[in-house]
């Protein structure tokens, strides 16, 4: 990739300019052919940004679960929990159903970056919830017990022991099958981070990276228009003060730029925001979830370093270098 971005950094200097060059040769150089094509490069500039529009869904209106009332919320977090654990033996399944038919964005062919953070945060909620529940279980589990103690110390008679120890044996056997039931739901956000959100990571940093580099190269051609300009253009003929019409126009194109400088940093900022969104979830992800109640239950194995780490971790530093 260096070696052609090279060459098209030095192709792209010899053409723009050489260009302008001969029309300041000829004579025939006015400043609204300049003006044209210091605009053809912003909008290849643009141009660039379209396959990372297309990815992020830019010009879609989307619908987004923390945005929602309290019932919709629920309504979607539902829905979307119902798709995403449909059983895979209907997967495919033609529904005449129109309502039916539209819950069908569990197929891979229309798994979008949105949709698939989308899951992920159903499944989210879902093991917040069951760990929560959790630890409710362990603190009544552990008050049972201590309540247990206290009755043998006393020496309580032998039909009450045996309730309370048939209570503290019940209040065992769900916090385990709770605890497996956690982990299938962890495996399954696991899955997803590695086989659904990593490739769309992947294809959204090439993509960006993409961008990126055609954006600089367009800026390089701009600045070597506006050196040539600055070289060869004679201004000793043009008048010392502009009129109003010049002056209200200059202000319009100052605000126009300012805009267009806010907006790009924004577009900056934002990238870096997510990608530290997402760097802050890897690491309480892989944070294991550790109960002392735990010693019966056969957890799934953890990745110490599944690939989506590298990935971000090495974007964060890219990131943090950038200007």
Known sequence: MSGAGKGSKKGGKMGVGSTVKKRLGKGSFNLLQVFTELDNHFLKASKSAHEVSKLLEATRLHYHSNFADNQRHLDHLQRVMRVITWNRSFKGLKLDNADNANDDFDSEDNETHATVLDKMLAWEKKLYDEVKAGELMKFEYQRKVAT???????????????????????????????????????????????????????????????????????????????????????????????????????????????????????????????????????????????????????????????????????TVDKLRHSH
Request: proline share 4%; aromatic share 4%; net charge neutral.
């Open 148 to 314: 247990l103690n206290k009755l043998k110390k006393r020496g309580t008679n032998s039909e009450v022991l045996e309730k309370v120890k048939a209570a503290v044996s019940h209040l065992h056997t769900r916090y385990i099958v709770d605890m497996q039931s956690m982990d299938s739901t962890v495996s399954e956000i696991n899955q997803l981070r590695d086989e659904q959100l990593y490739p769309k990571l992947v294809d959204l940093v090439k993509k960006m990276a993409i961008m990126w580099e055609t954006m600089r190269e367009e800026h390089d051609n701009q600045c070597r228009i506006a050196a040539i300009l600055r070289d060869h253009l004679d201004l000793s003929q043009s008048p010392k003060e502009t009129s109003e019409h010049h002056h209200e126009h200059t202000f319009q194109l100052l605000a126009i730029v300012q805009d267009w400088h806010m907006q790009f940093c924004k577009l900056i900022d934002h990238q870096k925001e997510y990608i530290k969104a997402v760097n802050n979830w890897l690491r309480l992800n892989l944070i294991p979830i550790e109960s002392s109640l735990k010693e019966k239950v056969s957890s799934p194995p953890r990745v110490e370093s599944p690939p989506i780490q590298r990935l971000i971790l090495a």
